[in-house]
C-alpha cells in the first residue's frame, strides 16, 4: 500500500480563525505551528520521513508519517500520554486543528500506531532528524537573516541530571526481584504455578509479599541481617542449581537467559566472600563503579551532580548555539558517565547539520574530551573556568609561579627555575629549596624540593587563567549562560524524571523536548521580526 503524503490545507478556516483569535496568550505554539506545518513538514521532508517505511511497508492503514511526527511533537508540548494523545485528537480543537482534522469524531490514529511509530522513529535515527529539521526551519524561518547565518558557530555544552524511571533497591530487593523474574520465567515456560516452582526450586522467600519480609529478621542487628543474607544467596544457589537441572535447553535462550545473567551480575556486583564466616558471603563496602541499581531499567546508574547531591538514572546533555539559541544536538548518559564522554556525540551531530564549532564554551567536566583537542586543532577558540589551584596551609599555589609556555620553564617565586614537559610533574633542585628564604611558605616537606604538577592541558588551562584574570575574559565566559536557560526549559518541559526506561528511548524523547523548544525559539524570533 501507498505511503500518503500529509497535505494540510494552507487557507484557515472561520473556525480556525477563531481558534488562532484565542492563542494568542497562552498555548501559542498550537498557532504557530498551524500556520508553519507547511514548511516545516516540506515534500522534502516528508520523503525523509517515508524513508522509515521502505523495507517493511506502511501497515494495513497507513497514517502520513508527517502527521504522526507533529503528533509526537505535540504530545511532548502538552506532556500527554499514548493514550491521552489518541484522546486529544478527538477531544481536543487545538490538536485538531495543527492536525488538519478540525471536526473529526474519530482518532487520528491508534495508540499502538503512535507506539509502533516512535519504535521506528529510534530504530532508524530518524529522531535525529527531527530535532535537524526544526533547526533547519527555525534559522530560515524563525525571523533569522538568512545571508547572516554563518556555518561557523559559537556553540555551548552543559548537563543536567535525569532521574530514572525504573525502581531503585537496595542490594536485598534487588536479589530478590532479580530472582523473581526467573521464576516467573520459569513458571510461563513449563506452565506451572509461580508457587510450585518456588517450593520445587527452594526458594520459599519468594513466596511473601516482600523478600525483607519473607526473610524476616531484626534489619539493624548486624548479626541477624548477615544470617538473613547467607539464607537468601543459598536460596537462590539453590533456584540456579534447579533450573540449570530442570531446564538445561532453555537456559542458554532468551528471555530465561537474560533473567539469570541479570541475577548473577547482581550476585557478583552487591556481593564478596566474608573472613570471618568461609564460604559465606557479605555485602561489598562501597558502590561498585558499574552496578546496577535497578531491574526494570538496566541502563540507570548512580551520579553525582555534586558532593552531597546524588541521583539515579542518566545524564541530559545538549549542545546550543550561542547566536541563535538553538539547540542544536543532544546527548543522553547513564548518570556515572563523565561529561567529556558525551561531547564527542554532540560534536558529531553537529557535523552532520554541516556546521562547524569555531568556539566551544563548556563547563570543567568537558575539558578532558576529544573534542577540545578538535576544535583547537582546527584553530577554534575553548571557553571554559581554569582548574582552581591549591595548596595546603596558605602556602604558595600554583598561580604564585610564572609558567612560560613558550620556553615551556617555570619560576618559583624565589627566582629558580626548571624546565618541564606537559603531563609531568615538575621538581625543583632539593638543594635549593633547602636554603631558600621562603621554604616555610612554600612547602611542608621536611626533604626534596617543591613539586609543581603541569596539566597534559596546561596551555590551554594557561590561557584560561588569564583570560579568568580580567573583566572582559569572565564576560566572555559569562556568555555560555544562554545554554543553561535552554537546559532549564528543557528540564522544565520533560521534567526530573524521565518517561522511558533506557537509554535510547530517554535520548528521543530529550530530542523532541529539544525540537519544541527550538520552535518556540523561532516563533519568538518570528514576532520580534515582525
Known amino acids: 500500500m501507498a505511503i500518503p503524503r500529509w497535505r494540510p490545507a494552507q487557507k484557515a478556516t472561520k473556525k480556525e480563525e477563531f481558534l488562532l483569535k484565542r492563542l494568542k496568550r497562552t498555548k501559542k505554539l498550537f498557532g504557530f505551528l498551524h500556520g508553519v506545518r507547511g514548511q516545516l513538514f516540506s515534500d522534502e521532508f516528508q520523503e525523509e520521513l517515508e524513508t522509515m517505511y521502505r523495507e517493511t511497508g506502511a501497515g494495513k492503514d497507513p497514517v502520513a508519517p508527517a502527521l504522526m511526527a507533529m503528533a509526537v511533537l505535540l504530545q511532548a508540548y502538552a506532556g500527554a500520554s499514548d493514550a491521552e494523545a489518541v484522546e486529544l485528537t478527538v477531544v481536543d480543537l487545538r490538536w485538531q486543528m495543527v492536525l488538519d482534522r478540525l471536526g473529526a469524531d474519530e482518532p487520528a ?4 500506531a503512535l507506539h509502533d511509530f516512535r519504535a521506528r522513529l529510534i530504530r532508524t535515527n530518524m529522531d535525529r532528524r527531527v530535532l535537524e529539521r526544526t533547526v533547519e526551519f527555525a534559522r530560515v524561518h524563525g525571523g533569522f537573516d538568512p545571508t547572516k547565518l554563518p556555518k561557523d558557530l559559537r556553540v555551548a555544552m552543559d548537563s543536567m541530571p535525569l532521574e530514572g524511571a525504573g525502581r531503585v533497591e537496595d542490594t536485598m530487593n534487588l536479589l530478590g526481584h532479580a530472582a523473581r523474574k526467573v521464576v516467573e520465567c520459569v513458571a510461563e515456560l513449563v506452565d506451572k504455578p509461580y508457587r510450585q516452582v518456588c517450593v520445587s526450586a527452594g526458594i520459599p522467600v519468594l513466596l511473601a509479599a516482600s523478600v525483607k519480609q519473607g526473610l524476616d529478621c531484626e534489619w539493624s542487628d548486624p548479626e541477624q541481617k548477615a544470617d538473613a543474607l547467607r539464607r537468601l544467596v543459598a536460596q537462590l544457589e539453590s533456584l540456579q542449581r534447579w533450573v540449570e537441572h530442570r531446564l538445561s535447553d532453555e537456559v542458554g535462550q532468551p528471555p530465561l537467559k537474560d533473567h539469570l545473567r541479570t541475577l548473577h551480575a547482581l550476585l557478583t556486583q552487591d556481593l564478596e566472600p566474608d573472613p570471618d564466616q568461609r564460604g559465606s558471603k557479605r555485602i561489598k563496602e562501597g558502590v561498585a563503579p558499574e552496578r546496577r541499581v535497578s531491574i526494570v531499567d538496566g541502563e540507570m546508574r548512580h551520579g553525582r551532580k555534586s558532593k552531597s547531591k546524588r541521583f539515579n538514572g542518566y545524564k541530559r546533555h545538549i549542545a546550543a548555539d550561542l547566536d541563535s539559541r538553538l539547540i542544536l544536538a543532544c546527548a543522553l548518559t547513564p548518570a556515572n558517565r563523565p561529561e567529556e564522554e558525551a561531547a564527542p556525540e554532540l560534536q558529531a551531530d553537529i557535523q552532520h547539520q554541516k556546521l562547524n564549532i569555531t568556539e566551544l564554551h563548556i563547563d570543567r567536566g568537558y575539558v578532558n574530551a576529544s573534542t577540545v583537542a578538535h576544535v583547537l586543532d582546527a584553530g577554534g577558540e575553548v571557553l571554559c573556568k581554569p582548574w582552581v589551584a591549591r595548596n595546603n596551609a596558605a602556602r604558595f599555589t600554583k598561580k604564585d609561579f610564572h609558567v612560560d609556555m613558550r620556553s615551556l620553564t617555570i619560576t618559583c617565586p624565589a627566582g629558580e627555575t626548571e624546565s618541564f614537559t606537559p603531563g609531568t610533574t615538575v621538581e625543583f633542585d632539593p638543594e635549593a629549596c633547602s636554603r631558600c628564604r621562603l621554604r616555610t611558605q612554600c612547602t611542608m616537606a621536611t626533604a626534596g624540593g617543591r613539586t609543581v604538577a603541569i596539566a597534559e592541558d596546561e596551555r590551554l588551562q594557561h590561557r584560561l587563567r ?3 584574570a580580567t573583566p572582559a575574559g569572565r564576560r566572555r565566559l559569562r556568555e555560555r549562560v544562554v545554554v543553561e536557560y535552554r537546559l532549564a526549559h528543557v528540564s522544565q518541559r520533560q ?24 520552535l518556540e525559539t523561532a516563533h519568538r524570533e518570528a514576532l520580534a521580526a515582525a
Open 495 to 518: 521534567g526530573r524524571r524521565a518517561r522511558y526506561h533506557g537509554t535510547r528511548a530517554n535520548l528521543f524523547d530529550l530530542r523532541r523536548a529539544c525540537a519544541i523548544q527550538n
Open 109 to 112: 490514529f491508534s495508540q499502538g
Open 466 to 468: 588569564k583570560l579568568v
